[in-house]
């Protein structure tokens, strides 16, 4: 049985890190599912944590041996997901988490239909902007240039299969476990446990 | 906007009534809808509440006129599901709740795609005859008929949308809760939202 993945979306300071942060310490069933980067490290970010960082000649080296399920440049610089964890993990039958960029998440729904793709966005653009300054770590011809991106980006939301909006953090996160638990629950996830009943009931037949 | 139409369904013994019941009164935006039958009354259920009851004539009256958006015999008595109620409320926006038969859940799917159907059940067959028992309302033979209804109808399980086991009834009434809150976060009933959130983004686009 496959387990589910699911992809956690949206714009850029969405809160999609520490959404995904809160989740994988409160649920220990998601396998957290680390992107790759050609991107340089934001202070207090950490390797094999936040992302595999490398450089781009070697990013492009993954993307030639097709180690990657996904890649995407965003703001000049490549993210990518490694493929062996994810498809590893899922056919184990284990839960797989992702944070991915807007344009990745597309590729991920094709090679993973059964995967749930969760687009995170604050509650109006006033709040994104907001959110992109309180960060303190880019400046304003950045910030413009990524509310952009999400302008560019927000014509894609449709195509996802949930919308979440992130405004009070604790109801954001229980509302994607919520979403993920409700996969666990789809038929084709209970196999088993459908035929089990299914035999049982078999002696009752009339 | 479409609210949800959420339909709890699953084998006789299931506790689908105690479900539906613990659901709708914690969770005010559950409008019930209220199944009318041709049976006659298990001793505390009420005309309105539990069903509208009436005679097998009046009920085929109802069928003929086109009043049930699905109906069904069920050992010997007639369920069915006026049309009127459900149609106005989902329209204006409302979720709604419907018990069902496991023949209906079908019949629904097929007349609102949109819905979701959920399947209840005890972790065993010998739970779900053990509580057929204490219910006490019924014979042995009674008893070994809904058995062997339960059997031919747990063909039909991999159709629905979900399978809720009902082993803890707290947490199966709040996974019924979660599915319907998930299916409100989908992109097509949040048409609105994306397109008031895309309009503030647009004086960003470069």
Known sequence: MQGVLTVISGFSGAGKGTIVKKLVEKYTDYNLSISMTSRKPREGEREGVDYFYTDRENFEKAIADGMLIEYNEYNGNYYGTPRK???DKLNSGSNVLLEIEVNGAKNIKR????????????????ELEMRLRKRG?????????RMAISAKESAEIANYDYIVV????????EDIRHITESAMDQPHRMTE???????????YAQ
């Open 111 to 126: 090679l993973f239909p059964d995967s749930v793709i969760i687009f995170i966005t604050p509650p109006t653009a006033d």
């Open 166 to 173: 992130n405004d009070d953090l604790y109801k954001c996160v």
């Open 137 to 145: 770590t880019e400046n304003e011809e950045t910030i413009m240039k």
């Open 193 to 203: 446990f459908i035929t089990g009943l299914q035999n049982q009931l078999a002696k």
């Open 85 to 87: 964890y994810v498809e």
